[in-house]
């Protein structure tokens, strides 16, 4: 299988490259960053995918700055949302399968039970709207896979800004520095490892098209999480509560975020309980 990927550069689109490039998948791998492919030149698509001709494509490549978002919304939507129809109308010409990720931040966490994939969307921020409007459009096509995940970590990307908010709190604990973290914001990790792995099943199988949670199993809040990290550590932690209602962050993020992987479990594929990824992720 042919497998093009964009947003190679990121967390989830380096760890797709490892996981469809392992020896033992048997598939062919094309790489894409954004100076191989804007993936916003609907064009430029167009062009690439007839070219490579993918049996497989995989889009990794995302706009998420939450915050700079909220003035930049042409530009997020040009990439979260209107460049998704391209890759949808790219991946129908060649008769391939689309991967797509999405979000928590669709929802607007105004509740205290996991999100399931039927439960009403309600984004409260340009990012997570963007993303909303990303999921209709891959949708729209039936050999689309909607991959919705949250809290991504794992070993680090080829662009060094893109480190994620678990591996900063690894940093910070092992540098005995002060640990901000949410005591009211709660969230399932998701690791790059399992969601690849999920993936690469997911298409593989053959599992019916439509939109899944792939996050790991459980949730906690981001004090509960730094918490855990310190003890897997073995290294004492300093954290710094803080709340939705006092942070004062530019975009509204939802409180309550955590998302129920039990339609991907039914599936087939099993996600590991967040504190063994984070172990695994650590090394420990």
């Not at 997020?76 to 008769?95: C, D, H, I, K, Q």
């Not at 942070?247 to 955590?258: E, K, T």
Request: aromatic fraction near 8%; charged fraction near 25%; glycine fraction near 8%.
């Amino acid at each position: 299988m042919r497998v093009l990927v964009t947003g190679r550069r990121g967390l989830v689109g380096g760890a797709i490259v490892r996981e469809f490039s392992a020896p033992s998948s048997g598939h062919d791998v094309v790489p894409l960053d954004r100076q191989a492919l804007d993936i916003t030149d609907d064009d430029a698509v167009r062009r690439v995918v007839e070219e490579h001709r993918p049996d497989l494509i995989v889009n990794c490549a995302v706009y998420n700055g939450v915050d700079r978002a909220e003035d930049e919304p042409e530009r997020v939507l040009a990439v979260n949302a209107f460049a998704v129809r391209s890759l949808v109308r790219a991946a129908t010409a060649a008769g391939a399968i689309l991967v797509h990720y999405s979000s928590d931040f669709v929802f607007d966490g105004e509740t205290n039970a996991p999100y399931r994939e039927a439960d009403e969307p309600n984004p409260r921020s340009v990012y997570g709207a963007s993303k909303l409007l990303g999921d209709w459009f891959a949708l729209e096509y039936p050999r689309a896979y909607v991959l919705r995940v949250e809290s991504v970590f794992g070993p680090p990307a080829a662009d060094p800004s893109r480190r994620g908010s678990l591996a900063t709190m690894v940093d910070r604990i092992n540098d005995g520095t002060e640990v901000p973290v949410f005591v009211d914001r709660v969230v399932s990790p998701s690791y790059t490892a399992d969601i690849t792995h999920a993936t690469r099943r997911l298409v593989e199988a053959g599992v019916p098209f439509g939109l899944y949670h792939c996050v790991n199993s459980g949730h906690a809040t981001w004090a509960a999480i730094a918490e855990r990290i310190a003890e897997i550590l073995g290294k004492p932690i300093r954290t710094r509560p803080l709340t939705l209602a006092t942070a004062g962050l530019r975009a509204r993020r939802p409180r309550y975020c955590a998302l129920s992987n039990a339609k991907l479990v039914a599936a087939g594929v099993q996600m590991p309980p967040w504190p063994d990824a984070v172990r695994e992720f650590l090394g420990r």
